[in-house]
C-alpha cells in the first residue's frame, strides 16, 4: 500500500476550497489567516493529535507554467493540501481529528467544498477519504517507531550525553550508585513536549537537561 | 587539462609562499582618481604565481572588499553583479556564520568592527629588514598618489622554537596540511590532497573551485562579476583575525588529559585528529611518527572509510570536520564542492608550553581562506560544519577549536575495550578561540587590476 | 518562515507532465526498479525525515459538489512533498551531486524538467516550481533525521545495559559502563537549533 510505510502512514488530502465572489474576504484569505495565527508549537492541535509526526497545510492557489513551449493550464478553484505523517492507521487518526481537535478542523476546512463538519463522525472520515490522493512513492526515514517511542528516545538520549559528560572518571561504586538514581529519575521524567517550546526557544537558549 | 596563465593569477592565490614573516596592511582608499593612480602603479609590483627561479625578498598582493571596489567608481551594474555574500560583506552575514557571543563584531578591532577596510595590502618577506623596507615603499606610494591610507597593520610571524621556524600555530598544532590540490596548479599533486577519483586514488580538484572563469566540479562556471573578464583568473579570500586562548586551552588540555587513560599528547590529537607534530590519527593512531609527517607522499594520505566509529579519529575531530573525505559515502561527492584554500600565518608572541601565559595578550591566527565561492564553500564549511554537526552525525555539538562553545560545549571522543583508547567525553568547552574582525575580499588578476585601474570596466 | 519548523524544512513543488507519460512514470517506479537504489540513498544521506510524490491525473482532482466548477487541465500533475533537513541549498547541491540518477528518472517526465545537472539550471527550475507551506508542525523541532536514529541507537543500548547492570559487582559494573560509552560515544551529539539558513 503505497501510503504506507512500516508503521508510518503518508496521508495526503486535496481539498477544494469554496470559491465565493460575493464575500469581502474570500475563503482562502481566511484560511491562510487563521493558518497564520495557529501556533506550531506544543499548543498546535497537532501536538494534541498526539501520534504525529510532521504535517502541514498549504494553499495551492494554482498549478504552475513551466514557460513555452508548454501549455498555460489553470485551477478554477484554489486547493488546501493537508500532507501529514504520524504512526497508526488513517481511520483512528481521521476519528482523533474529528473529536479531539474539532475546533481546528472546523476553522480550517468550514472553507472547503462539501465539509460535513465533525459532528458525524461517519461522513467526516467519508469526506476526507474522497479528498486524498494515493501516494506514488513514499519514503520514511525511520518508519518503526511511534511518536512515543521516538521522544522517549531522544529524551533518553540528551540524558546520558549529559550524565555521561557530568560522570567522566568518577569510580565504579560511585558511578553504579549515581547511574542508579539517574535512571530512576529518568524513568520518572515527564516527556518532552510534542511539538517544542516555542516560548522557550529564543536563540541561544539551550534545552535543558533532566 | 586546464592550463592557465599563471603571470596573470596573484601568486597568493596560487601557492603559499612560506615566507615567516608578514604585514597586512589594512587601508582605506581616497578618492576614485587618487586610487586608480595609485593602484595602477602599485600593480607594477603585485607578485604573480609564475615559478620563481630565485626566491625574493619580499612578495606583494592586493584584495579589496566589495565597498573598496566602489572607491574605483565601477559601473554600478558591475558592482551588483559580485555575488551576493561578497556584496553583503562578512559582518552583515554574522548570523550565518555563527558570530555571535564572543565572535560578535562589538569585539572586533575598530578597522573591522566599523566596516572600514577597503584593501589587503599584503607583503611577506624572509627577514624583517626587508619587509619594513617593502612597506616603508608601499606607505610612500600611497603618500604620493593619496590612493589610500593604512588603518591598521596587521603583522604576523612563524612561530619560531630553539630558534628555527616551524609551521606550528599557538596550541602547538603543526599546521598547513591537506591543501587542495586543484588543475592547473603547477606544483604535484599531494596524495590526500585533491578528490578520490572513481577508481580509488586521487584527483586533482577542477580549477573553478578556486579560481573564477574555469569550470567548477558541478561543470559550471562559479559566480562571477559581469565582464567576464573582471573576474577570470581572480578568486575570491575571506580573512578572519582568530584570537586564541592559550591559556584556556592548556588548562583545558591539562585538566582532562590527566584524566584521560591515552595522555596528554594523544588527547589533544583526537581534539583535531593529528598529533601535534601533524600525524595523522587515521595512520598511526598510537602515537606521532615523524616519519609520515616528513613524507608528503604520506602525511595527507588517509581515508576514514575504515574507521566510521571514529575509533581512531573521532567523528567531530576537527580535521574530520572540516574535510569529511569520504566519511558521507558516496566517494566524498558531498564534500568535492566544499574545499577551501587555506593560508594563514600565526600573529602575537609565542609562549612556550609549560610558561604562563595571559589570554588577554593579542595573539592567535591570521586565517586566510582562497575559494571561488564564498558561500558554497567557506560560509557552508563554518556553519554547518564548524559551528554545527548534524553532517558530521553530532547533532549540534560544535568543533572542538574553532566552535563559538560559550562554556557549554561538549565533544565525544569515541573509543573502545582498549585501556588506552577508551571513549571520553569532554564537557563545558570554553572559547578557545574567538574572532576578532574580517572581511570578505576579491583578488583580482592583474588583468582585471589594470581594468579597474583604467576604468576599463563595461557592465553590458 | 513558514517553509521551516525546527531543523525541517517543508518542501512543496508541483511539475506538469503530458497524461500519456504518468503510466510511464508508475512504471519506472515500480517494474524498473529504480525504487530500491534510490531508498538506499536516500537512506545514507539521512537528511530527509519524510518525502513522498503524488501523480495527480488531470481528471482526479477531488470534487465534492455540483458548486465546484470541474477542472479542465490540459496536463496531469506530479506532486513532491519533502520533510528535509539543512538549507534549501544544501539540500538541492546534494541531490544534484549523488542522487541525480533517480531525481532525473522521476522527473525527466515532467516538462521542461532541465536534468538536476548543471546544478544551477536545476535550482532554477526547483524556485519555479516550488509553492510555500502556510503551516508546518514538527513534534521534534530539534532533531535532525541523525538526531532521531542516534537516540534510538542510544536508547536501545542504554535499557539493554540497564537490565543486565542491575546486580553486578562494581568492578563490572565499571566494565559494563565501559562498553556502553563505548557503544553510544557516536551517537551523543547534542540537539537544539539549527542553523540560520542563507
Known amino acids: 500500500m503505497a501510503n504506507i510505510s512500516g508503521k508510518v502512514y503518508g496521508l495526503t488530502i486535496l481539498s477544494p476550497i469554496i470559491e465565493d465572489n460575493r464575500l469581502e474576504i474570500c475563503h482562502s484569505m481566511e484560511l491562510r489567516w487563521y493558518l497564520s495565527q495557529l501556533p506550531r508549537d506544543c499548543r498546535s492541535p497537532f501536538a494534541q493529535l498526539s501520534s504525529t509526526y510532521l504535517a502541514r497545510l498549504v494553499v495551492m492557489d494554482d498549478v504552475v507554467f513551466v514557460g513555452h513551449p508548454a501549455h498555460e493550464d489553470h485551477l478554477k478553484s484554489r486547493y488546501l493540501i493537508f500532507e501529514s505523517n504520524f504512526d497508526g492507521d488513517l481511520d483512528t487518526y481521521l476519528r482523533r481529528m474529528a473529536t479531539e481537535t474539532k475546533e481546528f478542523v472546523e476553522a480550517v476546512w468550514k472553507h472547503c467544498v462539501g465539509f460535513p463538519g465533525t459532528n458525524d463522525v461517519a461522513a467526516f472520515l467519508a469526506y476526507m477519504k474522497k479528498c486524498q490522493l494515493n501516494t506514488t512513492f513514499y519514503f520514511a526515514d525511520v518508519n518503526d517507531q511511534t511518536v512515543e517511542s521516538t521522544l522517549t528516545a531522544l529524551k533518553t538520549q540528551a540524558a546520558l550525553a549529559h550524565f555521561m559528560e557530568k560522570h567522566e572518571g568518577m569510580p565504579a561504586a560511585e558511578l553504579q550508585r549515581a547511574f542508579r538514581e539517574f535512571y530512576q529519575r529518568l524513568s520518572k521524567s515527564p516527556a518532552l513536549p510534542r511539538g517544542g517550546n516555542q516560548l522557550r526557544d529564543i536563540r541561544q537558549e539551550k534545552i535543558p537537561h533532566d | 587539462m586546464t592550463k592557465i596563465d599563471v603571470s596573470d593569477i596573484q601568486g597568493f592565490a596560487l601557492k603559499g609562499y612560506n615566507f615567516p614573516y608578514a604585514r597586512y596592511l589594512l587601508l582605506q582608499l581616497g578618492e576614485p582618481e587618487a586610487a586608480r593612480a595609485w593602484l595602477r602603479e602599485l600593480l607594477t609590483v603585485v607578485t604573480t604565481g609564475e615559478r620563481w627561479n630565485i626566491k625574493p625578498a619580499t612578495t606583494v598582493n592586493i584584495a579589496f572588499t566589495h565597498k573598496g571596489l566602489t572607491q574605483f567608481d565601477l559601473p554600478l551594474a558591475t558592482l551588483l553583479s559580485f555575488p551576493l555574500e561578497f556584496q553583503q560583506g562578512m559582518k552583515a552575514r554574522r548570523q550565518i556564520l555563527g558570530d555571535e557571543g564572543k565572535n560578535a563584531p562589538e569585539h572586533w578591532d575598530p578597522a573591522w568592527r566599523e566596516d572600514r577596510v577597503h584593501a589587503w595590502l599584503a607583503v611577506n618577506a624572509q627577514d624583517p629588514a626587508a619587509l619594513d623596507d617593502s612597506c616603508r615603499k608601499m606607505q610612500d606610494l600611497m603618500e604620493r598618489t593619496r590612493g589610500a591610507v593604512v588603518l591598521q597593520a596587521q603583522d604576523a610571524c612563524a612561530i619560531s622554537i630553539d630558534q628555527k621556524f616551524t609551521a606550528k600555530e599557538h596550541f602547538g598544532y603543526t599546521d598547513g596540511f591537506g591543501n587542495p590540490d586543484f588543475k592547473g596548479a603547477e606544483r604535484d599533486c599531494v596524495p590526500g590532497q585533491g578528490k578520490l577519483g572513481e577508481n580509488g586514488g586521487w584527483e586533482a580538484l577542477a580549477t573553478g573551485e578556486f579560481l573564477l572563469g574555469y569550470a567548477d566540479e558541478a561543470g559550471e562556471l562559479p559566480v562571477a562579476p559581469i565582464p567576464w573578464l573582471l573576474g577570470r583568473n581572480g578568486t575570491f579570500m575571506v580573512y578572519r583575525k582568530l584570537h586564541q586562548n592559550v591559556g584556556a586551552f592548556r588548562d583545558y588540555l591539562a585538566a582532562k588529559g590527566a584524566q584521560y587513560a591515552g595522555g596528554k599528547e594523544k588527547l589533544a590529537a583526537k581534539f583535531v585528529g593529528r598529533w601535534r607534530d601533524g600525524t595523522p590519527l587515521e595512520l598511526s593512531p598510537d602515537q606521532a611518527d615523524p616519519a609520515i609527517v616528513a613524507d608528503n607522499q604520506k602525511n595527507t594520505d588517509f581515508t576514514y572509510g575504515a574507521d566510521p566509529g571514529g575509533l581512531r579519529c573521532p567523528v567531530g575531530a576537527h580535521i574530520r570536520r572540516a574535510n569529511p573525505r569520504d566519511a558521507f559515502g558516496f566517494n566524498g561527492g558531498l564534500v568535492n564542492r566544499r574545499r577551501i584554500m587555506r593560508r594563514g600565518l600565526p600573529y602575537g608572541e609565542y609562549v612556550p608550553d609549560g610558561q604562563p601565559v595571559n589570554d588577554r595578550d593579542d595573539r592567535g591566527i591570521v586565517f586566510m581562506v582562497l575559494n571561488a565561492s564564498i558561500f558554497r564553500q567557506f560560509e557552508f564549511v563554518q556553519q554547518q560544519w564548524i559551528e554545527y554537526g548534524n553532517d558530521a552525525r553530532q547533532g549540534n555539538d560544535k568543533d572542538f577549536l574553532l566552535g563559538n562553545h560559550g562554556g557549554e560545549g561538549r565533544f565525544a571522543i569515541q573509543g573502545d575495550t582498549n585501556p588506552q583508547n577508551p571513549p571520553f567525553i569532554c564537557g563545558s568547552l570554553p572559547n578557545f578561540v574567538e574572532l576578532r574582525g574580517g572581511d570578505y575580499f576579491f583578488m583580482p588578476s592583474l588583468t582585471a587590476l589594470a581594468m579597474i585601474a583604467t576604468r576599463n570596466v563595461d557592465p553590458r | ?198
Open chain 3, 1 to 198: 518562515m513558514t517553509n521551516l519548523n525546527g531543523k525541517a524544512y517543508a518542501m512543496n513543488a508541483i511539475t506538469p507532465m503530458k497524461p500519456w507519460k504518468t503510466p510511464i512514470l508508475k512504471a519506472f517506479f515500480f517494474i524498473l526498479g529504480v525504487v530500491k537504489p534510490l531508498q538506499k540513498d536516500l537512506k545514507n544521506l539521512s537528511f530527509i525525515h519524510f518525502a513522498r510524490w503524488v501523480s495527480v491525473g488531470r481528471h482526479s482532482l477531488p470534487h465534492l459538489s455540483e458548486q465546484q466548477p470541474h477542472e479542465d487541465l490540459t496536463y496531469d500533475y506530479l506532486l513532491f512533498f519533502s520533510n528535509f533537513n539543512g538549507t534549501w541549498n544544501q539540500y538541492i547541491d546534494a541531490f544534484s551531486s549523488v542522487l541525480y540518477r533517480g531525481l532525473d528518472a522521476i522527473w525527466f517526465w515532467s516538462e521542461k524538467y532541465p536534468g538536476s545537472r548543471p546544478v544551477t539550471a536545476f535550482k532554477r527550475y526547483i524556485a519555479l516550481v516550488q509553492f510555500d507551506t502556510d503551516y508546518y508542525y514538527n513534534v521534534y523541532p530539534h532533531s535532525a533525521t541523525n538526531d532521531v536514529k542516534a537516540a534510538l541507537r542510544v536508547h536501545d543500548a542504554l535499557a539493554a545495559f540497564a537490565r543486565t547492570s542491575q546486580s553486578l559487582s562494581p568492578a563490572d559494573f565499571g566494565k559494563a559502563w565501559l562498553e556502553l560509552k563505548a557503544t553510544v560515544a557516536p551517537d551523543l551529539g547534542s540537539t537544539g537549533i539549527a542553523p540560520e539558513g542563507t
